[in-house]
Structures are given as C-alpha cells and as structure tokens.
C-alpha cells in the first residue's frame, strides 16, 4: 500500500490546491482547521443543505414564513460548520490508525503528525461546545432533536468495521438536519420531515459510495468496508436505485407538505425540485468510472449543486 507522502507543508492530500485554508489562514490555525475539513467545505455543504430542504418545506406547508426563520437558516449553517468540524474530528480520533494505511488520508493532521490526539479531543469538544450554544437558541423539541443526534455522530465512524452499510449510519446523520430544522420552525416532527429525511438518506448513499470508490483497493486490504466495495461492478445500478429513491420520497413529502395550504403553483414548482434533482443525479451517471479516482472526487463534489436544485424550487414556491 505504498501511496503518496503528505503533502508541502502540510497540505492533506485531497485538499484543493487553492483552498482558504493553507493559503490565508493564519500558519498555527491550519492544522486544527484541516482537522475540521475547513479546507474541503463540500461536506459541510452536505450537512447544510438537508436542514435547508427542511425549514423550507415547513415554510411551504403552514405558509407562514416569520422572521425567526432567516435565524434559524443561519444558525444551521453555523451549526453545520461546527458540527462538520467536530464529526470530522472524532472520526479522525477514532480513525487514525487506519487513516496512517490508507494513501488518501494519511496526510490528515493526526496521521501526519500536526496535532495530537489530545489537541484533537480539546478542539472537537469546543467547536460542539459552540454548536450547542446556537442550538440553544431554538425551540425545546428541536434542541431534543439536536441532542439526539449526537448519538449517530458517535456510531459512524465505527460503522465500517461491523457493516456493508456505513453509508447508511453517515446518512442517517448527514441528514437529521431536516428534521430539525422542520421541527425549529413548526415544533414538531411530522411526516414531509420524514419523507425528506429518507430521500437524503438515499442521497447520501448516492454520493458517499461514488466517494468510497476511490479508496476500495486499500480498504479491502486493511478489512474496511464500504457500499462500494459491496457493490463493486454492479455500483451503477444500484445507485440508479438510490436515485430513484430520492426523487420519489422527497416528491411525496412535498406534495404532504404543500396540498394543505399551498397553491398549485406552488405545489408545482416545489415537485419541479426533486424532478430536477433527479435529472442532475442522472447526467452524474453518464461520467461514473469506478477506475478514475480523479473523476469519483469530481462527482462527489458535484453534489453541491445537486442539493441546491430542489432548495431554489422550495424557495421559489414560497412566492407563489
């Protein structure tokens, strides 16, 4: 398993090479904030966007939209920065080990040496220390809720050695932001919130085994495992699977959402943005190459993107 040194000064090796980070962050911050993926933000994007989905489903169903909610936008974006950083953190903990084997991540800050296990354990209990704090800030059910998930935090990283399935547990925590945010705005868990739930659930199985494919040779050979690994040759079909599964979850939970209260309008534009998302998913499909690791990063990231396509069509209906 022989793969690439660390990277100049630091740099983890599938960082981008213009990333904030190594270029303008101050020199004894870069480690710390490596360690929190602050130069890699796709996943902290990934994390947002659920909670996004969810506020404004929830904005669409009641059709009361106040000013609380631009609150409850920001703070899961701050949220999800620091409780990427922190997730990000732990799992390097509890990872390192089996980061120092692998040639995609042994450049990480633990691995390589930049900061220790303990500076680690300091810094992931501080940036929880602050999401806690914004999560404060909303209502009882949905700091329940945020309490809750941390449960799911501690579980994934170990998921990979008893499952097939770690894409599943990562689902399960990338996306309870939509729960929350859905249950910050109208102080319940209810069913659009459940249907979006398992519609990024099965979003994350989509993109997270396109990302595992870069590091099977590796994990077979250390005992890791991955949807990827599970899936192998047949991955393309499955993942038109998962693709499938999104579109109709988050359709369905749109329209339980929107019929209500919401005018047709609404309700069309609002199922326009699983449709287009599933269209986005698709031409994904027309560059996979499980043999092009390069091109496997490059769609994970697309994943942005992907997200957002619904989230303007839920916020454009809120005008209608």
Not at 22 to 41: F, H, V
């Amino acid at each position: 398993m022989q793969g690439k040194a660390p990277m100049p000064d630091g740099q983890v090796a599938d960082a981008p090479s213009d990333n904030w980070v190594d270029r303008y962050a101050p020199e004894a911050t870069r480690p710390y904030l490596r360690l929190s993926r602050a130069d890699r933000p796709i996943g902290t994007w990934l994390l947002l966007i659920p909670c996004w989905w969810g506020l404004a489903l929830a904005m669409l169903s009641d059709q009361s939209p106040r000013w609380e909610d631009a609150w409850i936008a920001l703070g899961c974006a701050l949220g999800a920065w620091l409780m990427r950083g922190a997730g990000c953190t732990w799992n390097d903990i509890t990872d390192r080990d089996i980061d120092a084997k692998v040639a995609r991540t042994r450049s990480r800050p633990i691995p390589s040496g930049q900061v220790s296990v303990w500076g680690a354990v300091i810094w992931m209990c501080a940036q929880s220390l602050l999401a806690f704090c914004i999560l404060l800030t909303f209502n009882r059910m949905a700091i329940s809720l945020g309490i809750l998930s941390l449960l799911l935090v501690t579980i994934y990283p170990f998921a990979k050695r008893f499952t097939w399935w770690p894409q599943i547990f990562l689902g399960l925590a990338f996306n309870w932001g939509a729960l929350l945010a859905w249950t910050a705005h109208t102080g319940m868990v209810e069913l659009p919130a459940l249907l979006l739930y398992l519609a990024g659930i099965c979003w994350t199985l989509f993109y997270d085994t396109i990302y595992a494919h870069q590091d099977t040779e590796d994990d077979a050979l250390i005992g890791v495992k991955s949807t990827a690994r599970l899936f192998g040759d047949n991955t393309a079909h499955w993942l038109k699977y998962f693709l499938a599964a999104v579109v109709a979850l988050m359709a369905v939970g749109v329209v339980d959402a929107a019929v209500p209260n919401a005018s047709l309008i609404a309700l069309i534009l609002a199922l326009t943005g699983p449709w287009a998302m599933g269209w986005h998913m698709a031409w994904q499909l027309r560059g996979f190459d499980t043999s092009d690791d390069k091109r496997m990063l490059h769609l994970f990231r697309l994943n942005r993107d992907t997200g957002l396509i619904p989230l303007i069509f839920f916020c454009a209906a809120l005008f209608a």
